[in-house]
């Protein structure tokens, strides 16, 4: 579809048990990735939960000196912070198996804002998006090869909801999968100087994990109380996922645990960082489809014409 030449690292078919013993030889995957002229894109195969063993093992230098385009969520939210303070922008979306592998369900929402990420010149002319017509949070099994010919089951998608700000503001990204923010906080080994984070746009989404409200709570407190929520000058929250393999509670029960975590990150918020506009359940994350949000890059939110845009 994207007419890419994909190239194979030795780790990405590696077995988990094997890349949890050796998390240098996944960094020196990265770094020989970032290093290779004739490669423009590192793709991730899919998230985790241990990205960050593999941090300690990067050189920085390599990764700087060669600022190659990186795509992945959830776990991968790890190396896109470590990106984050060198200066290299990369995008939160555009994983292997959760958007390129999606047997037919690959939308062509995410097609469109894909071929921006893999192949604009500029990573700051993403420009204005537009909420998907309709959306999924359910998941196929890879290794069923029935799953190729099935489409997975939407709803119409209501929109975005705004809440907070008056006025647009503008900021470079940070941010990603809330449960990895909340290992990056408890490690306090990665994370920017809080200043650094002095009028950015923070970017919040949960996993297939489904926090409860409470931990959501938990997490965003814990960010107030060392004084980083007030900083951001707004705030774009993903779409929860709310379901996963194990655990489908059913239309109605999907929809009230959204509402539930949007009051939870709105009533958080308006403790810490009352004057930012927020704005919930834009199209990226762990719900299909999506956007790859540049992380690093400059957004635009704008409460009075209800408008998002990344770029200059």
């Known amino acids: 579809m994207f007419n890419l030449e994909p190239v194979e690292f030795p780790t990405a078919t590696t077995d988990a048990e094997y890349l949890y013993d050796h998390p240098e030889e996944r960094a020196q995957d990265v770094m ?26 990067l050189d920085p230098e390599v990764l700087r000196e060669n ?11 790890n190396l896109a912070c470590y990106l984050w303070n060198l200066g290299v922008v990369s995008f939160y979306g555009g994983t292997v198996m959760t958007d390129l592998a999606m047997q037919g369900s690959m ?42 010919d099935r489409h997975r089951e939407t709803e119409p998608n209501p929109g975005w909801t705004w809440r ?45 994990e489904l926090p409860s409200a409470l931990e959501v709570r938990e997490t965003l407190i814990g960010m107030g109380e060392r004084g980083l929520l007030e900083r951001f000058a707004g705030v774009l929250v993903g779409r929860a996922k709310a379901r996963n393999p194990f655990e489908d509670p059913g239309p109605e029960a999907r929809a009230e645990y959204r509402e539930r975590q949007r009051e ?49």
């Open 32 to 57: 020989d990735a970032f290093a290779d002229p004739e490669i423009r894109g590192v793709v991730t195969t899919i998230g985790g939960f241990d990205q960050i063993r593999i941090l300690k093992h």
């Open 264 to 312: 939870t990150v709105a009533d958080v918020l308006t403790e810490y960082n009352p004057d930012a506009p927020v704005v919930f359940d834009v199209d990226f994350g762990h719900t299909a489809p999506v956007v790859p949000v540049p992380v690093g890059g400059t957004a635009e939110i704008d409460p009075a014409t209800e408008t998002i845009a990344f770029g200059p």
């Open 164 to 208: 907070g700000g008056d006025s647009a503001v503008s900021g470079r990204t940070w941010g990603g999968c809330l449960a990895t923010i909340d290992m990056q906080l408890r490690t306090d080994r990665y994370l920017p100087v809080p200043e650094d984070l002095d009028g950015r746009i923070l970017l919040l989404e949960t996993s297939e």
């Open 67 to 77: 600022p190659t385009r990186f795509y992945g969520i959830s776990d991968n939210t």
């Open 107 to 148: 939308h062509d929402y995410t097609v469109e804002h894909l071929e921006t990420a893999f192949f604009a010149d500029d990573l700051d002319t993403f420009g204005e998006i537009q909420p998907a017509e309709e959306f999924t949070d359910e998941d196929l099994d890879w290794a069923d090869p029935d799953n190729l």
